[in-house]
């Protein structure tokens, strides 16, 4: 298994809404990331969890809160967001936090969010 | 910071031509790794190919090479016989030494068509 799974693939969510992202990696990666992705513009890192710590916070906003309950999981729990914040968000995984040429992110195809 | 500077936000090639695709970098650095990444309409980021920056032969994966200048500090991307599926964003990235993905830096893009 080569993947990164992410769902759902599309999420529409009022300001008041509480809401989740997942990803799921089965490579046994041991570096997972989330990254916001808006239109036509590069990825921008947000979190990173390494052996499931949480190794680095962009300094997001509050609003957004990962999780990483194990190896395999990584969630993004959402509330109160913005307008602003509707993005794609990116779920992606590597072997670890080495530097290594090996050390490649696998990326899922991402989560389409809609903040009304 | 280092910065990647992509100066073509689009280009287009016939099927089964060739066409290339720019990348400057800025670095103080010796040792480093870059990266072409495409983004196709899935959303989904694949690595295309990675260029190892003591490494002065260049990265080739099928019909995909690169042509690294180090004191240029240019990175391009050619894609030979250029087919329908290649349509995509395509971002270069720069990874430091001794960092691993966390570090990773876009560029902002070059969206491809190709034209039947």
């Known amino acids: 298994d080569t993947e990164v799974t992410q769902t759902p693939k599309h999420l529409v969510m009022g300001m008041t809404n509480k809401k989740s992202l997942k990803c799921e990696q089965h490579m046994g990666h041991r570096a997972m990331y989330w990254y916001k992705q808006k239109a036509k513009k590069p990825p921008e890192l947000m979190f990173v969890y390494s052996y499931e710590k949480l190794s680095i916070n962009e300094s997001v906003p509050s609003r957004f809160s990962p999780e990483c309950p194990n190896s395999s999981l990584l969630n993004l729990h959402l509330h109160a967001l913005q307008p602003e914040d509707s993005a794609l968000y990116l779920c992606?995984?590597?072997?670890?936090?080495?530097?290594?040429?090996?050390?490649?992110?696998?990326f899922g195809a991402g989560s389409r969010l809609t903040v009304l | 910071a280092q910065t990647v500077t992509q100066s073509q936000p689009e280009m287009s090639v016939q099927e089964a031509e060739t066409v290339t695709l720019s990348c400057t970098y800025d670095t103080s650095e010796s040792d480093y790794y870059l990266f072409w990444y495409k983004q196709p309409p899935s959303r989904q980021m694949i690595l295309v190919i990675r260029?190892?920056?003591?490494?002065?032969q260049n990265a080739t994966e099928n019909r995909f090479s690169v042509n690294f200048q180090k004191a240029a500090k240019s990175f391009s991307l050619k894609i030979s016989d250029s087919q329908l599926g290649d349509a995509a964003m395509y971002f270069c990235a720069y990874r430091p030494p001794n960092f691993g993905n966390e570090k990773l830096t876009f560029g902002t893009g070059t969206r491809l068509t190709i034209i039947p």
């Open positions: 260029q190892e920056a003591y490494k002065q």
């Open positions: 992606a995984s590597s072997p670890t936090l080495a530097n290594s040429g090996a050390n490649v992110l696998t």
